[in-house]
């Protein structure tokens, strides 16, 4: 799987949009941009996911970069209870089974 | 109606002893996952079964034997229990077509004195 590359950390007022950046620049063709979350204590959660477009579900939004050796993840309205650690992940479709495999991730702080 | 469970939550065990974490999923997924969180926050992925057959085994040491009885469980067994086994190990669920998103027990934190 290709490496990613995250802030270790970033602030972010309430009720802002919070935007999470994340490099990774030897991403190949087939491997799409995963992104979980991991509230302290819990275990990691799916959020969305994306191969060249720009996606959208009830929870967040990514943007794919057109080179796609960048994408950015957007809280549009965060919350306290956004407050976790984001993680970029690049890695094939799970039909093989495969493990992710989590970097350091971004320690995203939701500020009241 | 949980998802993925785990049990026990916590577990407290002396160096040397044989300890079992148990792993549920009711999703109807086939393919299951071991992963394990260490005291500086690193998850790794540990095996990953498909069908109750082992796909991913990451150099891990075989004093730890996964056990899937059927498709909705797989435990974990450990041997001799080390000092450096102390973690939180979470087990996960997926569909095995389609994308790779992975659904996530709440965790079981062994510690080992």
């Known amino acids: 799987d290709a490496k990613t590359t995250q802030p270790t950390s970033m602030d972010c007022a309430e009720g802002r949009a919070a935007n999470l950046p994340c490099n990774h620049s030897?991403?190949?063709?087939?491997?799409?941009v995963y992104w979980y979350r991991q509230i302290h204590s819990q275990g990691p959660q799916y959020i969305i996911h994306?191969?060249?477009n720009n996606e959208t579900n009830e929870m967040a939004s990514l943007i794919i970069t057109e080179d796609r050796k960048s994408s950015t993840l957007i809280l549009p309205h965060a919350t306290l209870r956004d407050t976790a650690v984001y993680y970029c992940i690049a890695g094939h479709s799970g039909g093989g089974a495969d493990g992710l495999t989590f970097g350091k991730g971004t320690h995203l702080i939701i500020q009241p | 109606d949980t998802a993925v469970s785990q049990t026990p939550k916590y577990l407290v065990t002396q160096m040397g002893n044989d300890k079992s974490i148990k792993c549920e999923q009711n999703?109807?997924?086939?393919?299951m996952y071991w992963y394990k969180q260490d005291s500086k926050k690193f998850l790794k992925i540990m095996f990953s079964?498909?069908?109750?057959?082992?796909?991913i085994n990451e150099t891990v040491p075989n004093r730890f034997s996964p056990k899937s009885p059927d498709k909705a469980h797989l435990n974990l067994h450990i041997n001799s229990l080390e000092l450096g086994d102390s973690a939180v190990y979470f087990c996960?669920?997926?569909?095995?077509?389609?994308?790779?998103?992975?659904?996530f027990g709440p965790g079981t934190r062994l510690t080992v004195l």
């Open positions: 079964y498909n069908n109750k057959e082992l796909i």
């Open positions: 996960a669920s997926s569909h095995p077509s389609g994308f790779n998103e992975q659904f």
């Open positions: 994306g191969l060249k």
């Open positions: 030897t991403i190949s063709g087939n491997e799409y």
């Open positions: 999703l109807g997924h086939d393919t």
